[in-house]
């Protein structure tokens, strides 16, 4: 018998690395093994001389001369180092990362490890992969987006560890979680893997979280930055000798976001006469804009036992209060209007591999969700961009409408993948996805709160089933299908007024396919390719809203689209030198395409809602370049051009009415635009172990039209101007990366950055930042 650990030159352990005996017959024999998840292999044979081989995609394989014994058992620990090689714009330090890369999904895979010693969140950091853009309202906890190969907000998925995150509440959304939360960040775009269980359109995003420290370890920072910006992070844990394990994760965020921005301010004049004069621009400081969050993720449970690989019990607690300076539109302002909430959610984690036969590994999660969310709108006064204010009228409460109410969100989720590998060319999966939803609304604007009689509710039910056959390290194909049910109810008025209503219920079915594919043409050069009916069923927001800025519509109908991806890379290594040049084309045709929208909400009011755009086309490419010399510098950068047009003929249904806006851009939606970054890494600065890093960054978004570029002289129109942003990074860590100080001033030029809706965002921002690692 020999047995040992496999870990890697910095002291990381392996899981699932291929264990054999060279020259023995491996896979009808049992004369090798894989390693488990705490990177421990057993392996029997006769005895005699050998020549063990370790092998890990990612890593140098490696042989070590052993000799068995009769009778005797020995200890062979083994060390593998990493290759020199790149996946996009990051360097592979991890199996798991390479994995991804030789999927025949197009996936690319952000390590964040050389991110972890600077203030961004996980929305920012993927913002540098190709195709990606995001979009904020504002400064620290407004409402973000990520857009996709042209696809935003709804139809990108978000996935904590394989586990959905719709519906964790605000404090759990990605411009939220630093950094160092994630070990690795995939992005699938376009057709998604039956494993993640999803309906998503546009793509999906997976956060891999750190797992299996063998030893204690501590990970704590603190940040301070400009508009009084607090953010500080704590994770800390050890998994023992005999499987059990604990973690607590804990980060919190606070800004007062009192950055300026440019708007025209509304005179009062009096007691109620007002007039506002549009074109004085004044550059004003937002006042009631702070935000704070807190959230904190206890887990405990056993690793490597043999009726579990992992099961842990986990809970998370998380709360957040946001003053809302202004509405969707930029002009509306408000100064008392603020939301707040909490969440609590235990959830439950088993994990197995080789469960009752060899071969069959098995998945399951489960949670329950209680979110709870108050929105505020009491105030007798309105305010104008100055920060002055003005009393209503007599009796006339609510700067948008007058409310104190509470939404109680209750959310179940649960999800169970069995993959099944026959022998290592055939790999069966099995994927199903349940969550429900229910959320009860209440007034507390009188003493004795008033609930509404109808609850909000979805039940969904995701299945799916997938083949892959990958005979050689070459090529391999995936085909799958999926099934998608929805079952919603809640409240439909039956007047204008909307003072009565009744309850309504749907429920709808369908069912999507697709295949994908890759093949390594020469060395380093792959190609993939993927093709996917896909649905996207409405989430709760487009279909309820958010009780207050937005509404939702019950009736919406889900997505269907047809999907295309190609995709060629070139990926390699010359003595110090390292290239990667990828390239790739988007296409989509979707139906009931659903699109966010301003509305109106009543009395001069301006709130976004959802509804179906009928067909929408969209077409595109984007580029992808990375240049690496030794460990000294790298640089790149990243291109993408968009087009999402509307596909609309006619101006109605049932009308031969041409539509004016057929072919016409979908608008609010950037179309092209690029990032290039370069970093600078001085080793051993001032002492063996230390380094400095220096990173410039810079994003450059085209001009693109607020409103629909099909109607008015353009010289008139309402324009997101073209913005070219700059950032530096400075961060220097010593004692082998045991601690770290780093600086960071973000936007250095002061350009004036708009986004969604055309709100503009901070100008100049600097940050600082202290880090712990042991």
């Known amino acids: 018998m020999i047995s040992g650990k496999v870990l890697s030159t910095e002291k990381e352990i392996i899981d699932f690395a291929t264990v054999y005996l060279k020259g023995t017959n491996y896979g009808s024999t049992n004369y090798g093994s894989t390693t488990n998840l705490e990177g421990i292999y057993h392996i029997k044979a006769p005895a005699g001389e050998y020549t063990l081989v370790v092998s890990a995609i990612g890593y140098k394989t490696t042989e070590v001369k052993v000799t068995l014994t009769v009778g005797e058992r020995i200890r062979k620990n083994v060390t593998i180092a990493p290759e020199t090689t ?55 906890g407004s409402d973000m987006q990520l857009m996709m190969d042209g696809f935003s907000g709804k139809h990108i998925k978000i996935f904590i560890d394989g586990v959905p995150q719709e519906g964790v509440g605000a404090s759990f959304g990605l411009n939220n979680i630093p950094v160092n939360y994630a070990e690795r960040i995939e992005i699938y775009r376009g057709v998604v893997p039956v494993g993640l269980g999803t309906d998503a359109i546009g793509g999906v995003i997976n956060i891999v979280t750190k797992k299996n420290q063998a030893k204690w370890f501590l990970d704590a920072s603190y940040s301070y930055g400009s508009f009084n ?6 994770n800390f844990g050890q998994t023992l000798k005999n499987g059990f394990t604990y973690e607590i994760n804990a980060f919190q965020n606070y800004s007062d976001n009192s950055y300026y921005i440019d708007t025209p301010v509304k005179e009062f004049i009096g007691e109620t006469g007002s007039s506002t004069d549009e074109s004085e621009i004044e550059h004003v400081k937002r006042f009631h804009d702070t935000y704070h969050s807190e959230a904190v993720v206890a887990k405990i449970g056993v690793v490597a036992k043999k009726w579990a690989d992992r099961l842990l019990v986990s809970f998370t607690y998380s709360q957040m209060y946001k003053e809302i300076q202004n509405g969707v539109l930029q002009q509306i302002v408000y100064g008392d ?46 305010y104008n961009w100055r920060g002055e204010k003005r009393r209503k009228k007599s009796g006339v409460y609510g700067e948008q409408s007058y409310q104190h109410t509470r939404s109680d969100n209750n959310n179940w989720n649960g999800t169970f993948t069995a993959n099944y590998h026959l022998n290592k060319i055939h790999l069966f999966t099995l994927n199903h996805v349940l969550t429900d939803f229910k959320r009860n609304n209440q007034s507390l604007l009188t003493a004795n709160a008033t609930k509404n009689p109808i609850p909000k509710e979805t039940v969904k039910n995701i299945s799916g089933l997938s083949y892959r056959l990958m005979p050689n390290e070459n090529w391999n194909l995936s085909v799958f299908g999926k099934y998608y049910n929805i079952y919603s109810a809640g409240p439909v008025a039956t007047t204008t007024n909307q003072d009565d209503f009744v309850r309504v219920s749907n429920s709808v079915s369908s069912t999507g396919y697709g295949a994908a594919g890759t093949y390594f043409i020469l060395r380093g050069l792959q190609a993939k390719l993927s093709y996917e009916k896909a649905y996207r069923l409405p989430s709760n927001e487009e279909m309820f809203g958010d009780e207050d800025l937005e509404t939702g519509d019950i009736g919406i109908k889900p997505e269907n689209s047809d999907n295309v991806n190609l995709n060629l890379s070139y990926n390699e290594a010359f003595g110090k030198h390292s290239i990667y040049v990828e390239g790739g084309l988007i296409y989509r045709d979707t139906k009931d395409y659903i699109v966010r929208q301003l509305t109106s909400l009543g009395g001069g009011n301006t709130g976004a809602g959802y509804t179906n755009h009928g067909r929408v086309e969209t077409k595109g490419y984007n580029l992808a370049a990375r240049y690496g010399f030794a460990r000294w510098i790298s640089i790149g950068g990243n291109f993408t051009q968009i087009n999402v047009r509307s596909k609309v003929k006619t101006s109605s249904a049932g009308s031969s009415q041409e539509n004016a806006a057929y072919g016409a851009r979908i608008p609010n939606t950037p179309y092209r635009f690029a990032n290039s970054d370069v970093t600078l890494l001085w080793h051993d600065l001032g002492r063996k172990g230390n380094l400095l890093t220096v990173t410039y960054d810079n994003m450059y978004v085209k001009d693109f039209p607020l409103r629909s570029e099909a109607f008015g002289d353009y010289s008139t129109k309402d324009i997101v101007p ?18 770290s100080l780093s600086f960071e001033c973000r936007n250095f030029t002061n350009e004036k950055l708009y986004d969604d809706f055309s709100l503009q965002k901070a100008g100049r921002v600097f940050n600082g930042k202290m880090r712990v690692c042991l």
């Not at 060899?358 to 505020?376: Q, R």
């Open 337 to 382: 209007k603020h939301r707040k909430g909490h969440t609590v959610m235990p959830a439950l984690e088993y994990r197995k591999r080789d469960l009752f036969i060899k071969g069959l590994d098995v998945s399951l999660t489960a949670n329950y969700n209680k979110n709870i969310v108050n929105n505020v709108d009491t105030s007798s006064y309105e």
């Open 229 to 234: 910006t607090h953010k500080s992070y704590i």
């Open 722 to 739: 073209s913005q070219f942003s700059h950032n530096l990074v400075v961060s220097y860590s010593f004692r082998k990366g045991r601690y």
């Open 86 to 140: 790149e996946l996009d714009e990051v360097v592979i330090l991890s199996n798991g990362v390479s994995r991804i890369k030789r999927s025949a999904f197009n996936a690319v895979a952000i390590d964040t490890k050389a991110l972890q010693h600077t203030t961004q969140n996980l929305s920012s950091a993927l913002a540098q992969a190709p195709g990606m853009k995001l979009r904020e309202s504002g400064g620290v």
